[in-house]
Nanobody, 121 residues
């Protein structure tokens, strides 16, 4: 099994910054892409940022220039640095990773529990 543990969410004023962390643990051969999603009651879940194992990154247009995704493969951890936050960024943020489990022997998607980010105006 693979567990993803998130941290770093909270309350912040517009224009402020937060840094989210997500650490993977458990039994797996390898971790591929690591991603951040976000979701609100009014919107479908949105892919915010993706980081491939080799370091390639991609971002949703709505966060380009403000958010930075990075990863530390030695720690099996992915980060999301969020700057210039806007009220529209308010959402539950979910960590997602592709990993090959040692007991399923297949690549599967794993999800964190979600962390609330609230940006006040």
């Amino acid at each position: 099994q693979v567990q993803l543990v998130e941290s770093g969410g909270g309350l912040v004023q517009a224009g402020g910054s937060l840094r989210l962390s997500c650490a993977a643990s458990g039994s797996f051969f390898s971790i591929g892409a690591m991603n951040w999603y976000r979701q609100t009651p009014a919107k479908q879940r949105e892919l915010v940022a993706t980081a491939q194992r080799a370091g390639t990154t991609n971002y949703a247009d709505s966060v380009k220039g403000r958010f930075t995704i990075s990863r530390d493969n030695a720690k099996n951890t992915v980060y999301l640095q969020m700057n210039s936050l806007e009220p529209e960024d308010t959402a539950v943020y979910y960590c997602n990773a592709r990993a090959k489990s040692t007991w399923t022997s297949v690549w599967s998607d794993y999800w964190g529990q979600g962390t609330q980010v609230t940006v006040s105006s």
